[in-house]
């Protein structure tokens, strides 16, 4: 069975940087997921069309062909203030309104002292995706992981009533 839109596909992959430095990996447990619902980074889905079980391939994601360009100006450094009696750290991640009232997400990119720096890139901005792929299983999905538009993975409901 080949993977195409509507499949339910189980992989396993390494993700890292052009440094090598691991991003992100299935580890032991594969990561499953329904394709052609935009689920997945695009360039990832696209690469994986077509193929079957027990394929392997490897993929270099541009950034523009995944998170973008690094953009230094949606960078700020506002007040500790703004975040009030809240603990704040490098690395946390909020939600703000962005210029088109989207919701954007911000991360705490540096604290210094009183100011803190804020990001509105996303994490893996400016960054080359290297993927390592194999196709563990592709199946049919089944018509509720359908209607939701996402996998159930190991026959368990996600309580969503949509
Ligand atoms: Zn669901």
Known sequence: MNIST?????????LKDDEGNTIDESKDSSFIYLHGHNNII??????????????????????EDAYGEYNPAITQVIKRDAFGDEKIEVGMQFHAQGDDD???????????GDDITIDGNPPLAGVTLNYAVEVMDVREATEEELSHGHIHAHGESCGDSH
């Open 6 to 14: 509507d499949k339910a596909i189980t992989i396993n992959y390494t």
């Open 42 to 63: 695009p360039g990832l889905e696209n690469a994986l069309n077509d193929k079957c079980k027990g394929d392997t391939f490897e993929l270099v994601l541009k950034p």
């Open 102 to 112: 989207q919701p954007v997400m911000i991360t705490i990119s540096e604290i210094n």
